[in-house]
């Protein structure tokens, strides 16, 4: 569904926590990578500023009603 109303641009303050964020599921790939001996590292660091952005920002997700109707369903 597109939706036609347009967002403001991010603030400073918010384009910081968003950046925080994502450099914590950085970390976090980085820790699963290193405690499972395998995987491609490039493929997990190289959009994780975009995904932290869509979910944090633009995508309708409730973590506490993951069945909620008027969600996003994001399909990578």
């Given at each position: 569904?597109?939706?036609?109303?347009?967002?403001?641009?991010?603030?400073?303050?918010?384009?910081?926590?968003?950046?925080?964020?994502?450099?914590?599921?950085?970390?976090?790939?980085?820790?699963?990578?290193?405690?499972?001996?395998?995987?491609?590292?490039?493929?997990?660091?190289?959009?994780?500023?975009?995904?932290?952005?869509?979910?944090?920002?633009?995508?309708?997700?409730?973590?506490?009603?993951?069945r909620a109707p008027d969600r996003d369903i994001f399909v990578l």
């Open positions: 569904m597109i939706r036609s109303n347009i967002e403001a641009a991010a603030s400073k303050a918010e384009l910081e926590e968003i950046g925080r964020k994502a450099l914590s599921i950085r970390l976090s790939c980085l820790e699963s990578l290193a405690t499972l001996g395998v995987g491609h590292i490039g493929g997990s660091m190289s959009v994780v500023e975009i995904l932290a952005m869509l979910y944090f920002r633009h995508l309708r997700i409730d973590a506490d009603d993951s």
